[in-house]
């Protein structure tokens, strides 16, 4: 049974804001400028240059959310301290917006927390469409990675879970820079060690010279990089890696497997009609 419709927030009935601000000022939308310039309070996190100045010239009163982070600490705890902050002004200084790098839901902790606690608290929510990390990749990559079918995994969530892999979709590997710690740092650590152990993680599911590209989309002027390397050589790029980095695994050639029942359903035209325009229907 299909359940009844549920009302999303409209522009003028919002007091959060959950906008992306994408890989750098130009990716902001139009829907998301016009929101900033309307809001009391911008609270943003983003380590892209020029973020502060693009955005007070939208709103005066912007907060730089990366004061939370703590060097050594649990990011948890920053994230649980953004979202808190992002509720508190929403409910003394409505609108307000947290802006966030990328896509404002795409690995984003503390949206998760503000759109599941601001119900509770009387806050009304809304979340804006961003240009993401992915829409960025598919660009770098020149490929349409939905086409053959694609699978997303969290770098660390696959070691974590033991998650299986399926080789004849490609894959998509976030955060591998971040790989196996959930600590605040300028740097990577000892990510070569952890990314050599997924490496052989991922070896169970591809051979050892199956492509692996390694992507920095740019957040600047500057052109994104991007490292070809294989999966049984993902410990020697190690020091390649930055917090930004994502991983993509293109898909192994696979025998066609079709359905040739569907196939001729698919092709008859009254077949079509008959599910997708019941004859009768306006």
């Not at 820079?177 to 300028?186: D, E, K, N, P």
């Amino acid at each position: 049974m299909i359940g009844a419709a549920e009302n999303v927030p409209t522009a003028e009935d919002a007091d959060l804001y959950l906008v992306g601000l994408g890989l750098k000022p130009s990716h902001v939308t139009a829907e998301t400028r016009t929101v900033l310039s309307r809001v009391n309070r911008i609270l943003y996190a983003s380590y892209v240059p020029g973020t502060a100045e693009f955005l007070r010239e939208l709103c005066p009163d912007i907060v730089d959310t990366s004061e939370f982070y703590v060097h050594g600490s649990d990011r948890l705890r920053t994230y649980k301290t953004m979202a808190a902050r992002a509720l508190e002004a929403a409910l003394e200084m409505p609108p307000v917006a947290l802006a966030l790098y990328g896509h404002p839901l795409l690995l984003s902790l503390p949206s998760a927390i503000c759109l599941r606690a601001g119900p509770r608290l009387g806050v009304r929510v809304r979340t804006l469409p961003g240009i993401s990390a992915l829409d960025c990749l598919m660009a770098d990559l020149g490929i349409d990675i939905v086409g053959t079918g694609v699978q997303m995994h969290e770098a660390t969530d696959i070691l974590l879970y033991r998650r299986t892999l399926q080789p004849e979709l490609a894959a998509v590997v976030w955060q591998v820079g971040l790989l196996g710690t959930r600590l605040h740092s300028a740097d990577t650590g000892n990510t070569p060690d952890r990314i050599r152990e997924l490496g052989e993680y991922l070896s169970r599911c591809y051979a050892a010279d199956h492509p692996a590209t390694l992507v920095v989309s740019a957040i600047t002027d500057e052109p994104s990089r991007l490292y070809h390397s294989a999966v049984g050589q993902l410990g020697e790029v190690g020091e390649l890696l930055t917090p930004a980095t994502t991983l993509y695994l293109p898909p192994i050639p696979a025998p066609e497997r079709v359905d040739r029942d569907i196939a001729a359903r698919l092709t008859n035209p009254d077949y079509l009609d008959a599910v997708t325009l019941p004859r009768g229907n306006p």
